[in-house]
């Protein structure tokens, strides 16, 4: 399977699934944890794109972390 063509719709349509990838940070489940951590590494050396979509996913993360409220999945 070829990767970029993932990667590409993720940035795509970063609107809707890179806040989702952020809210899935916030789990028990350590699998899950380093596998979301993967995917924003790939986006952040696949394409500038991918870096501002880790970064805006990373960022709301830490935002909700902070207010207690990793669920928000828009």
């Not at 790939?42 to 709301?60: I, N, P």
Request: include cysteine; aromatic fraction near 6%.
């Amino acid at each position: 399977m070829d990767s970029s063509l993932g990667l590409d719709y993720i940035v795509e349509n970063k609107e809707e699934l890179i806040r989702k990838f952020a809210s899935a940070l916030d789990t028990d489940n350590v699998t899950v944890k380093k596998q979301i951590l993967e995917l924003l590494s790939a986006l952040c050396v696949y394409s500038k794109d991918g870096y501002a979509c880790t970064l805006d996913a990373l960022e709301h993360y830490r935002h909700n972390a902070a207010e207690g409220t990793n669920t928000d999945t828009r």
